[in-house]
C-alpha cells in the first residue's frame, strides 16, 4: 500500500512562492531515495529533484536549480520549497519514494518506485 501524501499546492502569481509537503511513511520509506516530479498538461512526467537518506541532492533540470529547495525531516516527510515560480512551473507535482540514487530517474520518474495522488501547482503570469 502506496504511504504517501501531498500537500501544499495551490494558485500563484508568477515570483511566489509555495512550499509542497509529502508525508511518508518512515517505516516504509526511510532508507529510501524520495523525490518530486512533474506533469503539465500535454507534457511528459518529469523529474524535479531527488534525495538520498543522507541528504544527497540531484536537480533535474537546469530549469529549477537556484529555484527549487528539496529537503526531508527526520519524521521523513518530504518537502519542496519552490521559489520564483513561473508559468511553466505548472504542473501536478507527484511526490516519489524507492526511486534509483542517481539521475536516471529524472528522465522516466513514473517507471520506478512509489508516488501520491499529487498536488496542483498554477501559476500564473
Known amino acids: 500500500q502506496v504511504q504517501l501524501e501531498e500537500s501544499g499546492g495551490g494558485s500563484v502569481q508568477a515570483g511566489g512562492s509555495l512550499r509542497l509537503s509529502c508525508a511518508a511513511s518512515?517505516?516504509?520509506?526511510?532508507?529510501?531515495?524520495m523525490g518530486w516530479f512533474r506533469q503539465a498538461p500535454g507534457k511528459e512526467r518529469e523529474g524535479v529533484a531527488s534525495?538520498?537518506?543522507?541528504?544527497?541532492?540531484i536537480y533535474c533540470a537546469d530549469s529549477v536549480k537556484g529555484r527549487f529547495i528539496i529537503s526531508r525531516d527526520a519524521k521523513n516527510t518530504l518537502y519542496l520549497q519552490m521559489n520564483s515560480l513561473k508559468p511553466e512551473d505548472t504542473a501536478m507535482y507527484y511526490c516519489?519514494?524507492?526511486?534509483?540514487?542517481?539521475?536516471?530517474?529524472?528522465?522516466?520518474?513514473?517507471?520506478?518506485?512509489?508516488w501520491g495522488q499529487g498536488t496542483q501547482v498554477t501559476v500564473s503570469s
Open positions: 516519489a519514494a524507492g526511486i534509483p540514487a542517481d539521475s536516471t530517474w529524472c528522465r522516466r520518474p513514473a517507471d520506478f518506485g512509489d
Open positions: 518512515a517505516y516504509t520509506y526511510s532508507s529510501d531515495v
Open positions: 534525495i538520498s537518506p543522507s541528504g544527497d541532492t
